[in-house]
């Protein structure tokens, strides 16, 4: 059964840091491609960032970029998402998607683009 699983998420002061992990189970991880959402309440969700298969491709949305870093580990089968400097507008439920994605440098950029999804973790930006 195809799965992931974020985990990472907590309380950070503002200017701190968090690191997501993606931990994924039940496919062949390499020729998937991973993005990361967030969904502040009351708000739609929001794309952050992506990678592809290969990773070779990364993408950032404006707000996170220079400030998020996107990264994966094939051989254990886990994505990361390392943000630094947030800020309270970073403040969310971030999911991990992922979809199978055969050509390497494909980098989906929209949620319907993605066939499967973890369950969230928050984020919560606060001094």
């Known amino acids: 059964q195809l799965q992931v699983v974020e985990s990472g998420g907590g309380l950070v002061q503002p200017g701190g840091s968090l690191r997501l992990s993606c931990a994924a189970s039940g496919f062949a991880f390499d020729y998937y491609s991973i993005g990361w959402f967030r969904q502040a309440r009351g708000k739609e969700r929001e794309g952050v960032s992506c990678?592809?298969?290969?990773?070779?491709?990364?993408i950032y949305a404006d707000s996170v970029k220079s400030r998020f870093t996107i990264s994966r580990d094939n051989a254990n089968e886990t994505a990361y998402l390392q943000m630094n400097s947030l800020k309270p507008e970073d403040t969310a439920v971030y999911y991990c998607?992922?979809?199978?994605?055969?050509?390497?440098?494909?980098?989906?950029?929209?949620?319907?683009?993605?066939?499967?999804w973890g369950q969230g973790t928050q984020v919560t930006v606060s001094s």
């Open positions: 998607a992922t979809v199978l994605s055969l050509e390497g440098s494909s980098c989906p950029r929209l949620a319907a683009e993605y066939d499967y």
């Open positions: 990678i592809s298969s290969s990773g070779s491709t990364t």
